[in-house]
Structure formats: C-alpha cells, structure tokens
C-alpha cells in the first residue's frame, strides 16, 4: 500500500514568508509525528498528533512553528515568517497508533530551503 | 531525561569485514530501542527494535541494560549496507522517538 506522503518535495522561501508543509499519513494511522532533520541538530522531535489532537507541543521551536490536523487523516505544518535557521528536512512519520512499541513509518521529507 | 549517543559519525569497513555500530541511551525507565537506516535517496525506514529479537539483513542489536547500549552488529559487511544509521530511544509513555545522532557507515569494496 502507499506509504506516508509528503508535500512538496522541496520549497525554496524567501526569509519572511510563510510555508505549508503537507503529510499524507498511512491510511487507518491514527497517529502522527513531525520531525526536523537539520545539520548539527540531527532528527528533532516537534509534535504528535492522535486523531486531531496535538497533546504534546513541546518541540516547537517557537510560536511561528504551528500544526494541524483534520479529519484525523491529513496534517499541515506552518511555518510563518521563515528564517534562516528554519532550513532543514521536515519529516513526517505515521503509526497504527500510540505507544512506546509502535512503529513510525517515515515520508520522504520536505526540504526547505529559507534564503 | 531521554538521550541517545552515537559516538562516531563515520564508520569505513571493508566489504566482509564486522561492523559495530555504538549506540547508548540514557533514561531512566524501561525503553524502547531502535535502529533506522537511511539509504541514500531514500527514505528513513525500520532496520530492527530490540523487542522483536531478529536478525534484518544479517544486523543483530542487543539491548544492554547495565551498560545502557544497544550497539548494531554484522558479522560480515556488504556494500549495499553503506547507509546512514540513526539509533533511537521511545521512553516509557512517551510518544516521540529521541534520535542519536546517526552514524555513515561506508563499505569500501
């Protein structure tokens, strides 16, 4: 079956402006994570979903990082006013559901680029 | 606090030759460890978790607790293995997985 989608591929911003990353999650995954894959900082945890709900926020680098989730299927990441230091690969990971056990399926990755 | 370290950024073997991939975690807790691999172009994707026991692609883990590591094997390295391999830590009600820092493992013919 597919697996989690991510889009775009790539995004090329101009510092200031905002940006939406898209996430297809694994069809019947009720669970979502955000990760960011950067240079120096490795993979960083930045928020999870269960259904559309977002009980834990706290690896959102500042209030510019914001996410949703509707129809507890297809996620949105925004960044507003994108700086420099957001460039990285924003990943996208599904599982069944929560728990210490469950596996996360990774996207391909989103890679942004702020000039 | 929840911590993975993967001491060496660079790994280069010869194609045949045993791999060790080093990875310790720090927590507190019982944890859940696993091992992600990266192969260029690709996406990340699941190599092994210590729960399962198995051996993937001829990679063996096994989870230490008193030395609190979890270090990847091969007995005998083959090029395709050349990847970069994250080490990850899912603590106890946690839902995140903590990253170390991942390891380029490179396997020369």
């Known amino acids: 079956g597919a697996g989690v989608s991510q889009s775009p591929s790539n995004k090329v911003t101009e510092k200031g402006k905002d940006v939406e990353l898209r996430c297809d999650p694994i069809?019947?995954?009720?669970?979502l994570y955000w990760y960011r894959q950067s240079l120096g900082q490795g993979l960083e945890f930045l928020i999870y979903?269960?259904?559309?709900?977002?009980?834990?926020k706290s690896g959102l680098p500042s209030d510019r990082f914001s996410a949703e989730r509707t129809g507890g299927s297809v996620s949105t990441l925004t960044i507003q006013r994108t700086q420099q230091e957001d460039s990285a690969v924003y990943l996208c990971?599904?599982?069944?559901?929560?728990?210490?056990?469950?596996?996360?399926?990774f996207g391909a990755g989103t890679r942004l680029s702020v000039l | 606090a929840q911590r993975v370290t993967q001491p060496e950024k660079l790994l280069s073997v010869f194609k045949g030759a045993p791999v060790e991939l080093k990875c310790n975690y720090s927590y507190s807790g019982s944890p859940e460890l696993f091992w992600y691999v990266q192969y260029s172009r690709q996406r990340l994707q699941l190599l092994l978790r210590?729960?399962s026991r198995e051996s993937i692609k001829g990679f063996t883990a096994d989870l230490n607790k008193g030395e609190t590591s979890f270090h990847l094997k091969k007995p005998f390295a083959q090029e395709e293995d050349s990847a970069m391999y994250y080490c990850?830590?899912?603590?106890?009600?946690?839902?995140?997985?903590?990253f170390g820092q991942g390891t380029r493992l490179t396997i020369n013919p």
């Open positions: 210590h729960i």
């Open positions: 069809s019947g995954h009720t669970a």
């Open positions: 990971a599904s599982s069944l559901s929560l728990g210490q056990k469950n596996i996360q399926y």
């Open positions: 990850a830590l899912s603590g106890q009600g946690a839902q995140k997985l903590v």
């Open positions: 979903f269960q259904g559309n709900s977002a009980p834990d």
